[in-house]
């Protein structure tokens, strides 16, 4: 059973960069689709980004199109988020999932999750 580890994360001022990474721990992933999802507070979990098994196909929420790039690094069993331009609508606490097959865009969709991470954007 894979095991996501996420790290990075933290507060940055508006205008700022940060890079999520979720590890695989357990197995790998080679043959899951990787999304990002975040919720913020009182609010529901919701897309961020995705990404296909090989890396070829990648779909953002409008929210963070242009801002946000998701990567992945197969052999290092290890995908990315990289958050430019961030804003102060950014903070969340941030999740990484996986799933076998194609991307999806909803979290029920997943099959493991990360154990989240703090996103904190001061304006």
């Known amino acids: 059973q894979v095991q996501l580890v996420q790290s990075g994360g933290g507060l940055v001022q508006a205008g700022g960069s940060l890079r999520l990474s979720c590890a695989a721990s357990?197995?790998?992933?080679?043959?899951?689709?990787m999304g990002w999802f975040r919720q913020a507070p009182g609010k529901e979990r919701v897309f961020v980004t995705a990404?296909?098994?090989?890396?070829?196909?990648?779909y953002y929420a409008d929210s963070v199109k242009g801002r946000f790039t998701i990567s992945r690094d197969n052999a290092k069993n290890t995908v990315y988020l990289q958050m430019n331009s961030l804003k102060p609508e950014d903070t969340a606490v941030y999740y990484c999932?996986?799933?076998?097959?194609?991307?999806?865009?909803?979290?029920?969709?997943?099959?493991?999750w990360g154990q989240g991470t703090q996103v904190t954007v001061s304006s």
């Open positions: 990404i296909t098994v090989s890396g070829g196909k990648t």
């Open positions: 999932a996986a799933r076998q097959g194609v991307v999806a865009g909803t979290e029920y969709e997943y099959d493991y």
């Open positions: 357990g197995g790998t992933l080679s043959s899951y689709a």
